[in-house]
């Protein structure tokens, strides 16, 4: 099977003592029911993959930096996107200061709030973050707010990609209304030079984030996770029915890889870059379509700019 020589993960989370801390806080001031919900999607989840459960105290940021690097050398994975917990930024910046060659960090935070665009600007200045984690299902917004819109303005001048988290999602506590890739379309055409990415091929909108992709081509989609979603689905589309109708709609420099790899003891999910791979051999992919979905895609976004200001 072809394996390209440079993979980069573009979807990967940073779990760390810190933002346990936080999510813990979070859970606290939650309704018990929702509490419950919580704990039982993930625990089914994990179990219908006969995955183990996370540690029950994650380790402190240099810690995890130090496994993160080998276990991305063990994969054969050159750098790692990372995504933190809205709100709490601290780890992460930490993280991504440990190794800037390997580790790319994305923050989050509520766009809505007027504070955001001062905080992304000095984050990206001061730190190197490279990109914009959105989850307007736990926030309750629209990404079409034009509140957000200072937001995407400095994404726009900083050359920025913006992932947005639409569908359905392992946390059972978010508000699925506003989880409709359409709602991409006005940011997509609002600001068309930013590089927008949808996850987990839309995670059940998959129709939906085919048809917005394909009216604009700033939109990318990742292949990242599991990709379970497809089970409460009607058709439930095996992940080659995925990548082909992925390709079918956006070709190959538009679609981006990822697992979505995010705790310890499971570390890297080795098994999702696998399937990955397979399925992009078995449709007959030619190895420059693999490089570009494993990493020359992402690479191109991330470094382009930095490369064109430098040239
Ligand atoms: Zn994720």
Redesign the pocket.
């Known amino acids: 099977m072809y394996k390209p020589a440079r993979i980069i993960d573009a ?1 990967m ?1 940073l779990l760390t003592a810190g933002t346990h801390a936080v999510k813990l806080r979070r859970m606290d001031e939650l309704n018990p029911r929702l509490q419950e919900a919580y704990r039982r999607r993930w625990h089914d989840s994990l179990t219908s993959r006969r995955e183990a459960e996370p540690e029950a105290e994650p380790a402190d940021v240099r810690t995890v930096a130090g496994r993160w690097e080998s276990a991305l050398d063990a994969a054969g994975i050159e750098r790692g996107v990372f ?1 933190t917990s809205p709100n709490y930024h601290d780890d992460l910046l930490t993280f991504i200061a440990l190794n800037p060659d390997r580790f790319v960090g994305y923050t989050t935070f509520d766009p809505t709030d007027r504070s955001s665009a001062d905080r992304l600007r000095r984050q990206i200045a001061e730190h190197g973050v490279r990109g914009l984690k959105l989850y307007p299902m736990a926030f309750g917004f629209y990404v079409d707010d034009e509140a957000c819109d200072a937001v995407y303005e400095v994404c726009d001048a900083a050359h920025l990609p913006v992932v947005i ?1 639409f569908g359905i999602s392992i946390s059972a506590i978010q508000d699925l209304r506003y989880g409709n890739p359409l709602d991409l379309a006005g940011p997509a055409l609002r600001f068309p030079s930013v590089t927008w990415i949808i ?1 987990h091929f839309g995670a059940g909108f998959f129709r939906e984030a085919l048809l917005v992709a394909a009216q604009y081509r700033n939109v990318c989609i990742d292949t ?2 599991s990709n379970n979603w497809t089970r409460w689905t009607p058709d439930q589309p095996a992940l080659a029915d995925l990548f082909r109708r992925a390709l079918d709609a956006v070709g190959p420099d538009r679609l981006i890889f990822g697992t ?1 790899s ?1 705790f310890f003891p499971r570390g890297y999910r080795t098994n999702i870059l696998n399937d990955h791979l397979a399925v992009c051999a078995g449709l007959g992919l030619p190895p420059e379509q693999i490089d570009g979905i494993f990493g020359g895609n992402i690479r191109r976004i991330l470094d382009g700019y930095a490369q064109a200001t430098r040239a």
């Open positions: 979807h989370h995504f988290h996850p990242s996770s979505d995010s």
